[in-house]
């Protein structure tokens, strides 16, 4: 069973930089995609981005590409997503997640692709 855990969430200005955390126990996170959704009341949950098990595939949302930037040190059980140049539109509670199946090669944003999810970590950007 992978359990995640966001982290990093928080207020911000616009224009400035957030960094979120994913943490996974109970299971070797370095064999999982992870993606990064994010869902604000009312709406649908929104895909982010994607990394691939090795950290050497990643795929982002045309909302954020060239802002945010997703990796992962495997030594540490962590995926990151670093947040620059933040508007007041990226104001979302944000979540982790990753396929049920290990080394999932497919640069998924479908949302049911994804098994595991964390709690959610909230970031807010004022104008």
């Known amino acids: 069973q992978v359990q995640l855990v966001e982290s990093g969430g928080g207020l911000v200005q616009a224009g400035g930089s957030l960094r979120l955390s994913c943490g996974a126990s109970g299971v070797t996170f370095s064999r999982y995609r992870v993606g990064w959704f994010r869902q604000t009341p009312g709406k649908e949950r929104e895909f982010v981005a994607t990394i691939s098990w090795n950290g050497r595939s990643t795929y982002y949302a045309d909302s954020v590409k060239g802002r945010f930037t997703i990796s992962r040190d495997n030594a540490q059980n962590t995926v990151y997503l670093e947040m620059n140049s933040l508007k007041p539109e990226d104001t979302a509670v944000y979540y982790c997640?990753?396929?049920?199946?290990?080394?999932?090669?497919?640069?998924?944003?479908?949302?049911?692709?994804?098994?595991?999810w964390g709690q959610g970590t909230q970031v807010t950007v004022s104008s």
């Open positions: 997640a990753a396929p049920r199946r290990q080394y999932y090669s497919d640069s998924t944003d479908r949302e049911y692709d994804y098994e595991y």
